[in-house]
């Protein structure tokens, strides 16, 4: 019964970066991690790749031989893949003790209404995979309405289209601030409250406020499912990563059902309770608030602990 993270999410977001990070944490935690590259046009990997469809088909050789841009040449190679899946499911049996980390490409069509990615992830799920998606989204888009407002979207049609159990995350949460201040606090964000404040904002924008019916009823749309909300996550940051691998640990049911030697240790934590409000102030407090003061403090901690190391 093999488990593992689909991550997903729209070019940039950070999803090879996140995989690279999460292998790191979980092998620190003496869990045995193998990341599949799915994405055909990645090619600089900082993480070690256990399986690589550039192996079977690239990109740029689709480009090359049937003269396409790269959105068709991407769907293509989703749907080689889809066609091909004996060559996954071959790669993975010799796998099927580790943990996974699927790392798939960005175009957000694939996840939005194309058909290759929900079926590749079904043929999984069939070879009894349990398998969480993580959607990354890049934290900055909260800080201009409009496009929090497409986020939402694309994470509640994502979530409708892929099945998965599914968490949503807003990525480099650490550096947010720095395209803009946010109109409201944090939890306002990831718990996706009463938008008809945020419509306010939109009608104070030119551009926006010639929208005004359809605003309204993108955000009552959304409200009407009431399906979205978000996490956060720096991925340098240890304590960010560790919360958020405890949802994720309880989503695919890892915690429950997926055991190795040393790690009692994890389940434990994934087991205890999760104050999400107390967590979202201490995010604001740590990221946006107060993060000069916070970044000065774990520098003189960081040295204080190479002092105290070099003196053992």
Known sequence: MPFGQVVIGPPGSGKTTYCNGMQQFLRA???KVSVVNLDPANDFLPYECAINLADLITLEEVMEEFKLGPNGSMMYCMEYLEKNIDWLEEKLKSLEDDYFLFDFPGQVELFTHHGSVKNIIER?????YRLVTVHLVDAHYCTDPSK???A???SLKTMLQIELPHINVLSKIDIMESYGKLAFNLDFYTEVQDLSYLLEHLDSDPFASKFKELN???CGLIEDFS???FYTLCIEDKNSVMNLVKVIDKANGYVFGGLTHGNESIMMTAMSDINSHY???DVQERWLDHKEIWDEWEAKQRKQQKSQFKNE
């Open 148 to 150: 929090y407002i497409s």
């Open 152 to 154: 939402l979207l694309l």
């Open 279 to 281: 967590e979202i102030m």
């Open 227 to 229: 399906l979205v909300g």
């Open 216 to 218: 309204k009823a993108l």
């Open 124 to 128: 999984l799920q069939k070879l009894d």
């Open 29 to 31: 935690t003496e869990r």
